[in-house]
T-cell receptor, first 109, second 114 residues
Framework: LAKTTQPISMDSYEGQEVNITCSHN???????ITWYQQFPSQGPRFIIQ???TKVTNEVASLFIPADRKSSTLSLPRVSLSDTAVYYC??????????FGKGTRLSVIA | DVKVTQSSRYLVKRTGEKVFLECVQD?????MFWYRQDPGLGLRLIYF???????EKGDIPEGYSVSREKKERFSLILESASTNQTSMYLC?????????????FGSGTQLSVL
């Protein structure tokens, strides 16, 4: 399984765009990149998933360069409610996904 | 939306007790997983199952067992609870064979072993 590395924590002010970068140097051809969000005392929640280039949904955007060795989760105009832990995972459907420690995002008023 | 339901939100048990944590999903998912989450350690995989009556050990199976008698239900069993099993337990499910696997989690069970 490809290992991921992401910052342990980040701080941001409300209204700013937040970019969280994840490195996955040994990503395999069949691996997808998936991001989850976890609020305190809740289970992680799927945010976005991609294979290459750019993916956008109502919550976030995911940018994946051509070599796929990294990815960036972009949260536009964050609010206090975006304070959470964000996990980057890579894998494909035949083996369980491995969660790292994630990035703790703190949004400040 | 997929719903993954864990039977208890909070549970307090005594050392040596046999503990059952139940998880039910309503979307006909083949894959089910049990994780535990501890401060500073992230989520760690205990056991998983890709089909009924099938089970596989994850990264930290010691002290745990599982049961998957029906497709929708995956139970985690602590044979003899110990204080180091105090943790948040999270159940998840996903579709079988999906190359872009998407996990759906329950709300978790906070277990305290005294």
């Amino acid at each position: 399984l490809a290992k991921t590395t992401q910052p342990i924590s980040m701080d941001s002010y409300e209204g700013q765009e937040v970019n969280i970068t994840c490195s996955h140097n040994n990503i395999a051809t069949n691996d997808y990149i998936t991001w989850y969000q976890q609020f305190p005392s809740q289970g992680p929640r799927f945010i976005i998933q991609g294979y290459k280039t750019k993916v956008t949904n109502e919550v976030a955007s995911l940018f994946i360069p051509a070599d796929r060795k990294s990815s960036t989760l972009s949260l536009p105009r964050v609010s206090l409610s975006d304070t959470a832990v964000y996990y980057c995972l890579v894998g494909e459907g035949n083996t369980p996904l491995v969660f790292g420690k994630g990035t703790r995002l703190s949004v400040i008023a | 939306d997929v719903k993954v339901t864990q039977s208890s939100r909070y549970l307090v048990k005594r050392t040596g007790e046999k503990v059952f944590l139940e998880c039910v999903q309503d979307m006909d998912h083949e894959n089910m997983f049990w994780y535990r989450q501890d401060p500073g350690l992230g989520l760690r995989l205990i056991y998983f199952s890709y089909d009924v009556k099938m089970k596989e050990k994850g990264d930290i199976p010691e002290g745990y067992s599982v049961s998957r008698e029906k497709k929708e239900r995956f139970s985690l069993i602590l044979e003899s609870a110990s204080t180091n099993q105090t943790s948040m337990y999270l159940c998840a499910s996903s579709l079988k064979g999906a190359t872009n696997e998407k996990l759906f989690f329950g709300s978790g069970t906070q277990l305290s072993v005294l």
